[in-house]
């Protein structure tokens, strides 16, 4: 059973341009999302988080939006750049002693120039 | 500050063979997590260990195990290596003592079963 869905599978973006990726989760009771962002043969790095208590969280360039009664939530890279180009993947957990992350399948960002 | 330290970088075995990974956690994190990555697909938790026992597992047969040390390190075993078990073998560290056990990754190990 998947608990997270993530969309698109791949995206295109040119260079200056908004991209934005989606993620849909099932578990009530996860209350941490992470966004981390990998390159080819490297392991994933921790870009962004958000708790259910807020709806918004901006750290640069990345934006994490909430949506608690969708059970939704989104990436969005601001005036994205050729070093972004990257896979992405949304994850869920609950905090505390069951803190498994639950991945989605991955977003390979390309920007062009 | 060192992070995440995974040991070997790659590594070649054949089917029925046994391996061990090993895993070195951030400085100041307690708990270890691992997880499987195969090729073009999101991590999956294979499982974590804490104080030295195994916390929580995810959906893998025995035939994958693990261990932590007093420093904290890890270790992942695998038996009886199948040709699926191919994949990017990531390890997490986290630290108890935070309040959003934030997950942060190794390089992986890439292992190819032939």
């Known amino acids: 059973q998947q608990q997270v869905k993530q969309s698109p599978q791949s995206l295109i973006v040119q260079k200056g341009g908004i991209s934005i990726i989606n993620c849909a989760y099932e578990n009530t009771a996860f209350d941490y999302f992470p966004w981390y962002q990998q390159f080819p043969g490297k392991g994933p790095a921790l870009l962004i988080a958000?708790?259910?208590?807020?709806s918004e969280k901006k750290e640069g360039r990345f934006t994490i939006s909430f949506n608690k009664s969708a059970k939704q939530f989104s990436l969005h890279i601001m005036d994205s750049q050729p070093g972004d180009s990257a896979t992405y993947f949304c994850a869920a957990s609950k905090t505390g002693t069951a803190s498994k992350l639950t991945f989605g399948t991955g977003t390979r960002l390309q920007v062009t120039l | 500050d060192a992070g995440v330290t995974q040991s070997p970088t790659h590594l070649i075995k054949t089917r029925g063979q046994q391996v061990t990974l090993r895993c070195s956690p951030k400085?100041?994190?307690?708990?270890v997590s691992w997880y499987q990555q195969a090729l073009g697909q999101g991590p999956q938790f294979i499982f974590q260990y804490y104080e030295e026992e195994e916390r929580q597992r995810g959906n893998f047969p025995d035939r994958f195990s693990g261990h932590q040390f007093p420093n904290y390190s890890s270790e992942l075993n695998v038996n009886a290596l199948l040709l699926g078990d191919s994949a990017l073998y990531l390890c997490a560290s986290s630290s108890t003592r935070t309040a959003h056990n934030e997950q942060f990754f190794g390089p992986g190990t890439r292992l190819t079963v032939l």
């Open positions: 958000i708790r259910p208590d807020v």
């Open positions: 400085s100041g994190h307690d708990t």
